[in-house]
């Protein structure tokens, strides 16, 4: 399924958007394709829920051959973008009364309690400020490496003292998080949860956080140094995490992306309330950064909401949303081959994938910033 069989195409002069802007993004990317900074990419935009573009590029690596043709009917793997996705499966948890942001780990994994954790919260989970960034994690796909990897983040001490500062963690934040959702639904596999409470009634058919689903062909990123091989977890260990294992179809994320946009709406129903939405995209230490840059000083604490990375008003530009978004855009990265962000205030989604990871990470965000305000300056009354 492409973008615009759900979203209906419309030229950008109709949608108030300059088309040479948007060409030019596209040109953008065909240089780097060019230069063999990527094999291929794919980008689209989405205003006012009609699709004004949807490009791919290049090919990418299916297990076999580095030469497949890519396309929007490719499967992809959203590495950390699946940090919203779960966020938003806790979201629903704590709307069904199961477990609070700021109920404490250990009240629904009491072993959590070890280590100095007693006072991390979920809130704290979500916002990378929890104190353990640095557990090393096993694979999640099986109910045997989810369960050695909980109790790994149980027994970790913790790092720095909670809430003080935030830094990125990049599976353990989320697989607490979801774990506590677990303990308060009776203990269902995560990939069943998430399809029951969330792709079932968004119609993201194609997520997943078990194995591709249907027979959609999947683009193997980082791209293996060597074939054959398979998508198995001894080989894409993020496979199932709930921070880094959700794959699917470029669609579902912006099936996604319009749900928070659309503050909870999507199909003609309410998924969540306008306030969940509302505290998931609010810079939770908004006042701890104001208060040091006032000071003169760096913030300890980047600016999350509960899953979501938040644009900011100076910035962060490294993440890729460039210097053109709205400040109160979201959005999340996925390694360095996946970007999505969402602008309230121009009413537009994007996406941006390449099919595989790129030598310098200086070089993907400059790319991703290109990408993103050329798709920016086509809004003409920014």
């Known amino acids: 399924m492409r973008p615009s069989d759900l979203y209906p195409a419309a030229s950008p002069a109709q949608m108030g958007l ?3 802007a948007l060409d030019n993004a596209c040109a953008y990317i065909e240089q780097a394709i060019a230069a063999g900074h990527v094999p291929g990419a794919a980008l689209v935009a989405i205003r006012e829920e009609h ?4 490009r791919t590029w290049g090919t990418y690596c299916d297990g076999h051959t580095r030469d497949r043709r890519f396309s929007l009917e490719t499967t992809n793997l959203f590495y950390s973008f699946s940090k919203p996705i779960s966020a938003t499966v ?14 404490p780990v250990s009240r629904h994994v009491p072993a959590f309690a070890q280590g100095g954790k007693e006072a991390v919260t979920i809130r704290h989970l979500l916002t990378h400020s929890a104190g353990i960034p640095t557990v ?8 045997d490496g989810w369960r050695a990897g909980v109790q790994a983040c149980c027994e970790h001490p913790l790092e720095w003292p909670v809430g003080s500062r935030s830094a990125y963690h990049g599976l353990s934040g989320l697989l607490m998080a979801a774990e506590c959702v677990r303990q308060a639904t009776g203990n269902p596999a995560w990939d069943d949860l998430a399809r029951a409470w969330l792709f079932e009634p968004l119609g993201a058919e194609s997520l997943s956080f078990a194995r591709p689903r249907g027979d959609a062909p999947v683009a193997l990123t980082p791209q293996p140094a060597d074939l054959p091989t398979a998508l198995e977890p001894d080989r894409y260990r993020l496979m199932g995490h709930p921070a880094g294992g959700c794959m699917g179809l470029l669609v579902d994320i912006h099936r996604f992306l319009w749900l928070h946009l659309n503050d909870g709406l999507a199909n003609g129903a309410r998924l969540l309330q306008p306030e969940t939405v509302r505290e998931m995209r609010r810079i939770q230490y908004a006042a701890a950064i104001q208060d040091a840059r006032a000071a003169g000083r ?7 909401g509960l899953g979501w990375l938040l644009r900011d008003q100076l910035g962060p530009h490294w993440f890729g949303y460039g210097q053109r978004t709205a400040p109160q855009t979201f959005g999340h990265a996925g390694i360095d081959t996946v970007l999505t962000a969402a602008d309230p205030r121009a009413r537009l989604t994007l996406s941006f994938l390449t099919t595989d990871s790129q030598e310098d990470p200086e070089q993907v965000t400059r790319i991703r910033n290109g990408v993103t305000d050329r798709v920016m300056e086509a809004v003409r009354q920014y």
Do not use: K, Q, S
């Open 18 to 20: 300059r088309p040479e």
């Open 51 to 54: 699709t004004v573009l949807e």
């Open 90 to 103: 806790v979201a629903m948890a704590v709307e069904r009364g199961l477990l609070g942001w700021d109920d």
């Open 136 to 143: 090393n994690l096993p694979e999640a796909v099986t109910e």
């Open 298 to 304: 760096e913030p300890a604490h980047e600016p999350w």
